[in-house]
Structures are given as C-alpha cells and as structure tokens.
Nanobody
Framework: QVQVAESGGGLVMAGESVTLSCTISGSIAYIRAMAWYRQLPGEQRNWIATINIFGHTSYADSVKDRFTISRNNAKTTAYLRSNSLKPEDTGVYYC??????????WGLGTQVTVSS
C-alpha cells in the first residue's frame, strides 16, 4: 500500500518562509512525479508545482517567483520551499504522487497559516 504524508506546515508571519515535506512510502517501482496543490479558504484545490521523474520542475504563475519544489536523491521526498509568504497563501497544502503505471495518491494535507 502506498502512503503519502505531508509535514512542515504551521503558523508563520507574513514575509517569512516555510518548507513543506512530502514523503512517499510503500510498494513502488518508481515515482513518475510529485506535485503540490493547495486549497485556499473557500476555493477549490489548485495545482502549484510539479517535479517529474527527470527532475524537471514547473510552477503555477501565482507562485513561480516565490516557491521552489525539489526532492531528495532517493526521489522519495519532495519539498516545497515557500518564500515571502503572504496572508493570502494561507490554506491547506497537499502532495500528490504519481507512481508506476500512473497511479495517483494524495496526502492528507498540511495547514499553512500566514499571519499579518
């Protein structure tokens, strides 16, 4: 069974940074991609960043100048470094992993609250 778990959320002040982690575990042959989504209050869940099997990254326009996605050498943990946080970045951040024959798995999410 595959499990995806996010960590690193919490309460931060506006202008500060936070690094979220997403770790995947279980019976996996290979990880095709790992992505971060976020759900802001009152909104649907939206994609913000992806890192694929080759290490190529892509970002939503809303975060590309402030957020950075990366991963560890084993490719089992993805990180999301979020700089210059704003109150409007407050929301639940989710990790999504695509593994093997394009099976997708969600984590339960981690709350990030940015206080002004």
């Amino acid at each position: 069974q595959v499990q995806v778990a996010e960590s690193g959320g919490g309460l931060v002040m506006a202008g500060e940074s936070v690094t979220l982690s997403c770790t995947i575990s279980g019976s996996i042959a290979y990880i095709r991609a790992m992505a971060w989504y976020r759900q802001l209050p009152g909104e649907q869940r939206n994609w913000i960043a992806t890192i694929n099997i080759f290490g190529h990254t892509s970002y939503a326009d809303s975060v590309k100048d402030r957020f950075t996605i990366s991963r560890n050498n084993a490719k089992t943990t993805a990180y999301l470094r979020s700089n210059s946080l704003k109150p409007e970045d407050t929301g639940v951040y989710y990790c999504y992993a695509v593994v093997d024959a394009e099976n997708g798995y969600w984590g339960l999410g981690t709350q990030v609250t940015v206080s002004s």
